[in-house]
């Protein structure tokens, strides 16, 4: 009985501990285009899911973003196979992106669920550390 009750209560605390620990918190959704024509733009997040990755065999022309507003909110030319957008450059909502491979356009959407802190960039750089030294000034001449 003892033990009944033991394993009740273990199971309750892991029941109410599930609820309030969670795991990393997603900031973004991808909702990727599934056509087929579509196939060979390779469009992901990263596992933090806070930068799109784009990467592709043929050149990526143009990246531009059309926001829930309707109005274009990043334009990119990008003239490369891969490409990163960092997601903290986005305002929270839906988001359409198309990439332009010419002559084809793929679209697809990404919808931004939180703010995205900004990362902050470390630059090393020496710095030279100073110290100030009392020093003897000693005339040398003919006195």
């Given at each position: 009985?003892?033990?009944?009750?033991?394993?009740?209560?273990?199971?309750?605390?892991?029941?109410?501990?599930?609820?309030?620990l969670q795991a990393q918190?997603?900031?973004?959704?991808?909702?990727?285009?599934?056509?087929?024509?579509?196939?060979?733009?390779?469009?992901?997040?990263?596992?933090?899911?806070?930068?799109?990755?784009?990467?592709?065999?043929?050149?990526?022309?143009?990246?531009?973003?059309?926001?829930?507003?309707?109005?274009?909110?990043?334009?990119?030319?990008?003239?490369?196979?891969?490409?990163?957008?960092?997601?903290?450059?986005?305002?929270?909502?839906?988001?359409?992106?198309?990439?332009?491979?010419?002559?084809?356009?793929?679209?697809?959407?990404?919808?931004?669920?939180?703010?995205?802190?900004?990362?902050?960039?470390?630059?090393?750089?020496?710095?030279?550390?100073?110290?100030?030294?009392?020093?003897?000034?000693?005339?040398?001449?003919?006195?």
């Open positions: 009985m003892k033990n009944l009750i033991r394993i009740c209560i273990v199971v309750v605390l892991v029941f109410l501990l599930s609820f309030t918190e997603h900031y973004a959704k991808l909702e990727k285009n599934r056509n087929i024509q579509a196939k060979d733009l390779v469009h992901e997040l990263n596992e933090t899911k806070d930068t799109l990755i784009l990467k592709s065999e043929k050149k990526i022309n143009y990246l531009y973003t059309i926001n829930k507003d309707y109005t274009r909110e990043l334009e990119f030319k990008i003239n490369d196979t891969s490409f990163q957008l960092p997601l903290n450059k986005l305002s929270v909502g839906k988001h359409v992106l198309v990439a332009v491979q010419s002559p084809k356009r793929i679209v697809f959407v990404v919808r931004v669920l939180k703010e995205i802190p900004k990362t902050k960039t470390v630059h090393t750089t020496e710095k030279k550390i100073s110290t100030s030294v009392p020093v003897k000034v000693v005339a040398v001449g003919n006195n």
